[in-house]
């Protein structure tokens, strides 16, 4: 079945620091993938999405790109901010009527 | 926002009682979800809904029951609530399967004593 793999934390950072959280996936077919973002008492947030094969998804500073060569739909900010402190989840929206989450990267940044 | 309201939002209960959890939305989506998130594991997929009465299991379905007798209602039922159900709950709502957007709730905190 679908599965993604997410890259363990915590992270914690500096602010203006790079941040890569590195998220894989396993999946038949052409699956959408997402980054959702939770942060601290609320339900998660859509962050970004790519639906196809070398899309870049892009927020609020946030990118993504869809390598279906590696599998992998890995979360990049070049200069993070105290306000990016959250839980990173990254999903996959396959064949199956639901998404599938990996299992959360806390972020934590320094001012 | 997404219009989805969660009930309660806090609750305590005992071990061995029945606890019923809503899902409340205004956008008529057809696509409904009850998530728990646990350290450690994301969130896990307990049942959802693809519309009304129409319902199906999850990843961790066992314990849990549910209900959808309207678009904008979806009910999450623990029969005998046991500590392991402990967790944050979450709803979300989608109008497409899968590939598109979910919106999710504020979420439940249940503890179970």
């Known amino acids: 079945g679908d599965s993604v793999t997410q890259m363990e934390g915590p992270v914690t950072l500096s602010e203006e620091a790079f941040l890569t959280i590195n998220c894989t996936y396993t999946?038949?077919?052409?699956?959408?993938l997402f980054w959702y973002v939770q942060y601290p008492g609320e339900g998660l947030q859509l962050l970004l999405k790519?639906?196809?094969?070398?899309d870049k998804g892009s927020n609020k500073g946030f990118e993504a790109t869809y390598r279906k060569e590696t599998t992998s739909f890995h979360l990049e900010k070049g200069s993070v901010q105290v306000s990016d402190s959250a839980v990173y989840f990254c999903?996959?929206?396959?064949?199956?009527?639901?998404?599938?989450f990996g299992s959360g990267t806390q972020l934590t940044v320094l001012p | 926002d997404a219009g989805i309201t969660q009930s309660p939002r806090h609750k305590v209960t005992e071990t061995g009682t029945p606890v019923t959890l809503r899902c409340h939305q205004t956008?008529?989506?057809?696509?409904m979800y009850w998530y728990r998130q646990d350290p450690g594991h994301g969130l896990r997929l307990i049942h959802y809904?693809?519309?009304?009465?129409?319902?199906d299991k999850g990843e961790v379905s066992d314990g849990y029951s549910v209900s959808r007798s309207k678009t904008e209602d979806f009910l999450l039922t623990l029969e005998s609530a046991t500590s392991s159900q402990t967790s944050v709950y979450f709803c979300?709502?989608?109008?497409?399967?899968?590939?598109?957007?979910?919106?999710f709730g504020q979420g439940t905190r249940l503890t179970v004593v």
């Open positions: 809904s693809y519309g009304v009465k129409d319902t």
């Open positions: 979300a709502i989608s109008d497409r399967a899968g590939d598109t957007e979910a919106f």
């Open positions: 956008e008529n989506h057809r696509y």
């Open positions: 999946a038949t077919g052409y699956p959408s």
């Open positions: 790519a639906t196809k094969a070398d």
């Open positions: 999903a996959l929206g396959g064949s199956a009527r639901q998404l599938t």
